[in-house]
């Protein structure tokens, strides 16, 4: 399936901004490109890129004052088929674990660890381990926590989501991951695209999704917990230990997003 993916981003900056972006596809979909996202800026800036320590791309700009416009599409050769995990989904000791893996079991920014301990015990500590005991906390971060944007702030943590029971698709992924982490699996929060392929009407407007990848059966395995089932057409943008780590955009100065559309569908014709 032909997967278009792209957006349209508008800030009004008061005075010249650095910004540092994360809006690229992963690498891990290099072999799916078919049209490359390439940044654009309105009016054009020089844009330098480097990748972060987890691999992801990041750009650096300075907006300059006024109006000032970051869009891209992109063009992807992706599965039409909804997504399916592997049969192998066995929890791995803390000592067998690689080394990559002990980052993604510690604390984090908004994924607090040694305040959920004891009660990610109490839920799920007599559940089968592995990929079942992730699913169960997948379930129970689904049902736990009611979705609305009206319910979104940026400091939100997962022990707030505990608490409060709302909140957006980050808010969900942070809890399963700190969940997932106390009981010492490691799980990595994602950021990226999210098609409605495959399901009915009616849609809501597109926008950037948040998930996670647990460590089970000796690979990285998606999990839901927002939309808890299977999609067609993720693709990746990110991954790091929260959402601190993977921000769209991080500002250093003060700016107002004035427009924000997010594309992700199949080309007309596939």
Avoid at 85 to 93: E, I, L, N, S
Avoid at 117 to 128: I, K, T, V
Avoid at 218 to 237: I, K
Avoid at 244 to 252: C, E, K, R
Wanted: hydrophobic content about 40%; glycine content about 8%; charged content about 20%.
């Amino acid at each position: 399936m032909r997967l278009r993916v792209g957006y349209d981003l508008a800030y009004e900056c008061p005075q010249p901004t650095p910004m540092m972006l994360m809006l690229n596809t992963h690498y891990s979909h290099a072999n799916d490109v078919i049209v490359a996202d390439v940044l654009a800026t309105n009016p054009p800036v020089p844009i330098t890129q480097y990748r972060d320590g987890f691999g992801n791309l990041c750009s650096r700009i300075v907006a300059p004052p006024g109006r000032f416009e970051l869009s891209t599409s992109a063009l992807l050769d992706v599965s039409g088929e909804f997504e399916t995990r592997p049969v192998d989904g066995r929890q791995h000791a803390v000592e067998e674990l690689p080394d990559e893996c002990l980052v993604f079991l510690l604390g984090s920014r908004y994924c607090e660890t040694d305040l959920l301990s004891e009660a990610a015990w109490q839920l799920f500590g007599n559940s089968a381990p592995g990929a079942a005991r992730v699913q169960a906390i997948c379930d129970f971060a689904h049902h736990h926590i009611t979705f609305g944007y009206h319910h979104a702030r940026p400091t939100k943590t997962a022990w707030e989501a505990y608490q409060e029971r709302v909140g957006v698709c980050r808010d969900f992924a942070h809890l399963a991951v700190t969940l997932c982490r106390a009981l010492n699996i490691p799980a990595r929060y994602c950021t990226g695209y999210i098609s409605d392929v495959g399901l009915p009407p009616p849609y809501a407007p597109m926008d950037f999704a948040a998930w996670f990848e647990a460590y089970v059966g000796g690979t990285w395995q998606v999990f839901d917990p927002r939309n808890n089932a299977p999609r067609v057409g993720r693709v990746l943008m990110a991954y790091g230990r929260d959402a601190a780590d993977v921000a769209l955009s991080n500002t250093f100065g003060q700016t107002t997003l004035v427009n924000f559309h997010v594309v992700c569908e199949p080309e007309q014709g596939y």
